[in-house]
């Protein structure tokens, strides 16, 4: 069954496109400057958007037989790879998180913490020393 290539579903899904690649710039742009809340607000508005353009994606058949899909396509990818970029800042982002947060940890009974001393001398630490030898 071949259907006439319908003008009015390639503009609304090109639109969605353009949504997306926006929201998509604005989810990093919250990711790059920590704005968690900007990030969660954006998350169902994405979600939307997707949920749209899936719902109105045309069949392999009618991408094939229609070349201003094409274009279409082009602002899917587009839009996969900004989705990658933002994945990798946040993966990232989380990273050097759990580093700090690991930075901060006792230390463990083995490693000495080094500290001054009333002189300004780096000391290192042991348990072993008294308050007296400090």
């Known amino acids: ?3 006439p290539p319908d ?3 390639h503009q609304r899904a090109q639109a969605l496109v353009v949504q997306l690649t926006q929201m998509l710039e604005l989810e990093f742009d919250a990711l790059r400057v920590q704005n968690l809340d900007e990030f ?3 998350q169902p508005i994405k979600n939307d958007l997707l949920a749209n ?3 109105i994606a045309p069949s392999k058949e ?3 037989a229609d070349a201003q899909w094409g274009t279409w396509l ?3 990818a587009q839009c996969r790879d900004m989705h990658r970029r933002n994945a990798v800042l946040m993966e990232r982002k989380l990273e050097s998180i759990r580093g700090a947060l690991e930075s901060l940890r006792l230390p463990g009974a ?3 913490v080094e500290i001054y001393d009333r002189l300004g001398h780096v000391s290192r630490f042991s348990r072993g020393r008294g308050y007296n030898e400090a």
């Open 1 to 3: 069954m071949d259907t």
């Open 62 to 64: 009618a991408l094939e």
């Open 53 to 55: 353009l899936t719902a």
């Open 110 to 112: 083995s490693s000495g």
């Open 74 to 76: 082009e602002g899917i």
């Open 40 to 42: 969660e607000r954006l």
């Open 7 to 9: 003008p009015e579903l």
